[in-house]
Nanobody
Framework: QLQLVESGGGFVQPGGSLRLSCTASGFTLDYYAIGWFRQAPGKEREGVSCISTSDGSVYYVDSVKGRFTISRNNAKNTVYLEINSLKPEDTAVYYC???????????????????WGRGTQVVVSS
């Protein structure tokens, strides 16, 4: 069965860190660009970071630059999203998505035509 599974979310105090994982089963993740998205209650899903398949280029939306780091571990068939200096506004369900290449507009969810995971919840609160 082809699937993406996110993990690593949780309840964190402001200023803390988390490392989210996106693990593929049934296919090889390094052949695909991977995007991370988040959706807060009552808001649209927004792209925050993505990584290409060809040269490993990484991209971040301006609002998370300097705090989010995306990376691959091909041996583990996993893409990570490390989040530092967490803020309450980072509270959301975080999803990963696969696509054959980084879309023209990687921050819009409908450009990602491949698999999506079911998400992992991140809550940042004191």
């Amino acid at each position: 069965q082809l699937q993406l599974v996110e993990s690593g979310g949780g309840f964190v105090q402001p200023g803390g860190s988390l490392r989210l994982s996106c693990t593929a089963s049934g296919f090889t993740l390094d052949y695909y660009a991977i995007g991370w998205f988040r959706q807060a209650p009552g808001k649209e899903r927004e792209g925050v970071s993505c990584i290409s398949t060809s040269d490993g280029s990484v991209y971040y939306v301006d609002s998370v630059k300097g705090r989010f780091t995306i990376s691959r571990n091909n041996a583990k068939n996993t893409v990570y999203l490390e989040i530092n200096s967490l803020k309450p506004e980072d509270t959301a369900v975080y999803y990963c998505a696969a696509n054959e290449e980084v879309p023209v507009n990687p921050w819009l969810s409908w450009y990602w035509r491949g698999l999506w995971g079911r998400g992992t919840q991140v809550v940042v609160s004191s």
